[in-house]
């Protein structure tokens, strides 16, 4: 789910793309998700894209699994390049469920503040919109983390 503040934000598009299928005991369906919201003060626009990928694939337990990851990421590309295409700034946020920072053209991995390393739950944002770090914060009842950064488009 993405959420908004209709105070600050209009939705002006959105859209999901299925990125496998689900196997009962193994994963649900997933999905890239995201939504083009326009600031209510300045009219700018912003893509904002959500994304949970598949568990297992990368940690020695499912190696069966990577096949499914790596469609999950080549959807992820195409999402993301199909938005720049529109000139939209970017952000994309997720699960990836691998503590690897990917390479996405046109696209910045923010680093998160006191982490070592790569977190599986990753920010990525057009080059130019945002430097980063991201801040961890509390884990709010979940079993991740949540995170805030800084963004301006």
Known sequence: AISWRKSKF???GDGSRLTHGGEAGVTPSRFVNWVVLKDLETGAKL???NTHY????WNGEHPERQERWRTHNTVVREVVAELRGRGLPVVL???FNRALSQDIPG???LNTAGVSG???DQIYVTVGIGTGPAERLEKYGSDHFAYTAT???
Do not use: C, L, Q
């Open 10 to 12: 209009e939705k002006t």
């Open 47 to 49: 893509a904002f894209i």
């Open 54 to 57: 598949i568990s297992g694939a």
């Open 93 to 95: 946020v997720g699960d």
């Open 107 to 109: 696209m910045n991995h």
């Open 118 to 120: 790569v977190p599986i």
């Open 151 to 153: 963004v301006r488009y």
